[in-house]
C-alpha cells in the first residue's frame, strides 16, 4: 500500500486539530474513530491525520470494506435570526478580535458545543480528498 494510492481517492473527511496540554497538537478524525494522531505543528498534525486516514483506508479497500461515508452530508450552513442588539455585539467584538462576523459566531458556537476556552483561535480543520 502506497500514499500515491490513498491520493487518488476523492472522498472528504472532517479532521479535527485541537491543541495537546503538553506541547503540540492532536489530529482526530470523527468518521475513522481509529484514527487519532498529532504533531508538532497543526500543520504537521493534519497532515500526519491525513497520511494515516489514507492508510486505513487503502486498507480497507484492499480487504473489500466499504470506507464510512465521508462529512455527512452537512452543508456548513444555516441561517439564524438573532436580536438586533446581539447582531450589534457580535459584530463590535469581532471588529475587536480583527476577524470576520462568520469566524466570530463559528468560533463561539465550537466552543459552546465543545467546551472550548472563550479566546478566539483560528482553526486549522480541513478535509482529506479520495479519489
Request: charged residues 25%; proline residues 8%; hydrophobic residues 35%.
Amino acid at each position: 500500500m502506497t500514499m500515491k494510492k490513498a491520493a487518488q481517492n476523492n472522498i472528504q473527511y472532517e479532521i479535527d486539530v485541537v491543541p495537546n496540554e503538553h506541547g503540540g497538537f492532536y489530529a482526530h478524525i470523527p468518521a475513522l474513530p481509529g484514527i487519532v494522531t498529532g504533531g508538532a505543528s497543526p500543520e504537521e498534525a493534519l497532515r500526519n491525520a491525513r497520511e494515516a486516514a489514507g492508510l486505513m483506508l487503502d486498507e480497507m479497500e484492499d480487504r473489500g470494506q466499504e470506507p464510512p461515508p465521508p462529512l455527512g452530508g452537512f452543508s456548513g450552513q444555516f441561517n439564524v435570526r438573532v436580536p438586533r442588539s446581539l447582531h450589534a455585539r457580535l459584530v463590535r467584538r469581532a471588529e475587536r478580535e480583527a476577524v470576520s462576523l462568520n469566524a466570530l459566531v463559528s468560533y463561539l458556537l465550537s466552543s459552546a458545543t465543545e467546551g472550548k476556552t472563550r479566546k478566539m483561535a483560528r482553526s486549522n480543520t480541513k478535509p482529506v480528498r479520495r479519489r
